[in-house]
């Protein structure tokens, strides 16, 4: 008989992964602590419930800068890795969680749902993003998927009285699952082949001439094919208005920032070190062979290059018909996909600099965006349409001008975050000769402009038609604003540091095994 | 050619497609359950006996029971079973799933071996005992994350379902 003795280093573990070990715990903590609190009444019980989670957030992200950046054994088990691409796409979507968990403690009570679960499965759709990104094992990679997605979808369907809510969070569902049915045959095609799910050992195992065969190129699509749902890019985006216009709006900031991070961050893992040469840049004789993965190239690009433009196209184009502005930016939030897999498409190192810029440069500004619009809606459903904005900007002039600022830096427009983040992409997509591709995405963000600055128009130029009121302010959510308003000028204007910081970050892509 | 194959592969996809094309819950069920036994058909035929008694007791005994149930208690089967029995799709249907049936009760008398593909198998391969080393060793961090993910679920799950208010 085999004896069971477990060859498991904690500390190593801890090392590793240690933002999903807290998180996890921490959960699980939460969970008795609001059982805890039960003599309270909802109020206070949120306010504790939703620190706590802002104070783990922080700690997390205190770990991850300060422990996981520059571990130098970044392998645990063959399974999680901590290497600095991980790191950085984890650093942005825990951020991501702990701007939506400030401005949650006053969305939650404006409309008047201050529950415990809400925080708890915010923390865990942290932990298993954090999961999906750092495992470099195709099977961890479907099983944090799952948990990422189901937390995700409860939350969508959080507001319980709503059936626009209800609606999207089982679209989300049922089309999420199809998804990640896609992937997962994927994976088993792929480990039919290889016999191996560790995205290094498959590197090695196609590197030797498998990589032509049919069945490969099929699990390989079937793969992309998973990601590209998450990523909402067009034409696997149909979910996507529907969820993001249902689900409460700080939820909605959240799936648009962190998912999306989370979706991109594995996409170009495995992309990247399973079906490209880039293995062979870390100098390992071992990992030589995989240069021939260039060979692959020719299959994805073209893919990648069509999708891009049609995500572009189609985000931009039918964000302009849109009334609603949660739908308006549901839309603008696929177009803001195809502008990042220009990233992916260059396939170089400024490319996945972009990238890693812009998930972080977008996180701030529309988790910024969903936080003032939560505010002027009151209550969810109250006040969502372009024209209850007329004439906000003289009314409410704080929340006019940042709702300004956080559209002018996502149709791009400088001295913001947005334009440094999308001068970046571009920049690695015409360095790498998509010379047509490029222009067309500029011309798209043209289009972009119109519908993100008319809702500026309708702000200032407008007179009201229909008493708005907007929600109470709740101090957190104040808090959230100024990071994210002070962080969309600060990138906009001194973007060198994060850009170096990212590139440090793309660069750990080829030192994983 | 691998007729073992063929036979229980065909068998699970034309089950599949009944199982989604047919407008009744009841015949959907039963769809389901015969794709259940075709995939524990073909898991023996891959040497994964252990799989293959999951995939009989948990799915086609708990799962499609619990599905069962929930039917019965929404459909009042008075009216209907009178046409059930008289339809001619569902005889035909019955004819197939009963030869099937004999099929694999031929096959179980003759013996396992012959259904097995053999092609260099590690030894003790499909052993339960080696599937367990596996679990706690090797995968021991997936084992572990799955327990994360039913735990959302449950999470998930109970707050969607209980009542308003609580």
């Known amino acids: 008989m085999n004896e069971i003795n477990l060859s498991f280093d904690f500390y190593h573990l801890w090392e590793v992964c240690g933002g999903q070990l807290i998180l996890i715990v921490a959960g699980l903590l939460l969970m008795i602590i609001d059982m805890l609190l039960l003599d309270k009444d909802a109020e206070t019980r949120g306010k504790y419930i939703g620190w706590l989670t802002v104070f783990i957030f922080v700690a997390t992200l205190g770990h991850m800068v300060y422990r996981q950046w520059d571990i130098h054994d970044i392998v645990f088990m063959g399974v999680f890795s901590a290497d600095k691409f991980s790191v950085f796409i984890s650093i942005v979507m825990v951020f991501s969680g702990f701007l939506a968990a400030l401005m949650s403690m006053g969305y939650l009570r404006n409309n008047a749902l201050m529950k415990g679960e809400y925080y708890i499965l915010l923390i865990y759709a942290v932990a298993g993003a954090i999961g999906l990104v750092q495992s470099v094992d195709l099977l961890m990679m479907f099983i944090t998927l799952e948990v990422m997605s189901l937390a995700v979808y409860a939350l969508a369907a959080f507001i319980k009285e709503s059936p626009f809510s209800q609606e999207g969070a089982l679209k989300y569902f049922l089309l999420g699952s199809f998804g990640s049915a896609f992937f997962l045959f994927g994976v088993a095609l792929i480990y039919g082949l290889t016999g191996s799910v560790n995205i290094t050992s498959i590197a090695l195992a196609i590197s030797g001439g498998l990589y032509q065969s049919l069945p490969l190129l099929v699990g390989f699509a079937m793969i992309l094919v998973g990601f590209f749902f998450k990523m909402a890019m067009v034409p696997f985006h149909m979910w996507t208005p529907d969820v993001y216009e249902g689900a409460p709006s700080v939820v909605t900031g959240f799936m648009a920032t962190a998912v999306k991070a989370a979706a991109f961050g594995v996409c170009i893992k495995v992309l990247y070190v399973s079906f490209g040469p880039i293995l062979a840049n870390s100098g390992q004789p071992d990992f030589a062979s995989t240069v021939s993965l260039s060979a692959l190239a020719p299959y994805w690009k073209p893919v990648v290059w069509w999708l891009a433009l049609l995500s572009m196209f189609f985000g931009n184009l039918i964000a302009v018909s849109q009334t609603n502005i949660k739908r308006m930016l549901a839309y603008s939030s696929i177009a803001h996909a195809g502008y990042m897999s220009l990233g992916i498409l260059a396939a170089n190192g400024d490319g996945r600099m972009g990238v890693l810029f812009y998930l972080f440069a977008y996180t701030l500004m529309n988790i910024g965006a969903f936080g003032v619009v939560y505010i002027i809606d009151g209550k969810e459903r109250t006040a969502q349409n372009l024209e209850d904005y007329r004439g906000l900007g003289y009314k409410y002039p704080a929340l006019g001008f940042l709702m300004g600022l956080f559209l002018v830096a996502m149709a791009g427009l400088p001295p913001t975050a947005g334009f440094v983040a999308k001068f970046y992409v571009f920049y690695a997509a015409i360095k790498e000769g998509y010379f047509l591709l490029a222009a067309l995405g500029i011309l798209t963000s043209v289009i972009g402009a119109y519908y993100y600055l008319r809702v500026i128009y309708m702000m200032y130029m407008k007179e009201e038609i229909k008493e708005v009121v907007r929600g109470p302010v709740a101090a957190p959510t104040v808090i959230a604003l100024v990071i994210t308003a002070l962080g969309v000028l600060y990138l906009g204007i001194l973007p060198e540091k994060l850009a170096n910081i990212a590139n440090v970050a793309q660069q750990g892509l080829s030192v994983i095994f | ?166």
């Open chain 2, 1 to 166: 050619m691998d007729y073992y194959f063929l036979l229980f592969a065909i068998m699970a996809v034309g089950a599949g497609i009944f199982t989604i094309t047919v407008r009744d819950a009841l015949p959907s069920a039963l769809g389901l359950l015969t794709v259940f036994i075709a995939l524990a058909a073909l898991y023996l035929h891959l040497n994964a006996p252990l799989i293959a008694i999951f995939q009989v007791s948990i799915y086609a005994g708990a799962i499609l029971v619990l599905v069962v149930f929930v039917i019965m208690l929404l459909i009042t089967p008075d009216e209907e079973l009178e046409s059930r029995q008289k339809n001619i799709s569902y005889r035909t249907l019955g004819a197939i799933l009963g030869v099937y049936l004999s099929v694999l009760l031929v096959i179980g008398i003759k013996g396992i071996d012959q259904i097995i593909v053999q092609k260099g198998l590690p030894d003790g391969f499909g052993h339960p005992s080696l599937i367990g080393t596996l679990f706690f060793k090797k995968y021991i961090l997936h084992f572990e994350m799955a327990s994360v993910l039913l735990l959302v679920a449950l999470i998930a799950a109970i707050y969607l379902a209980k009542k308003k208010n609580i």
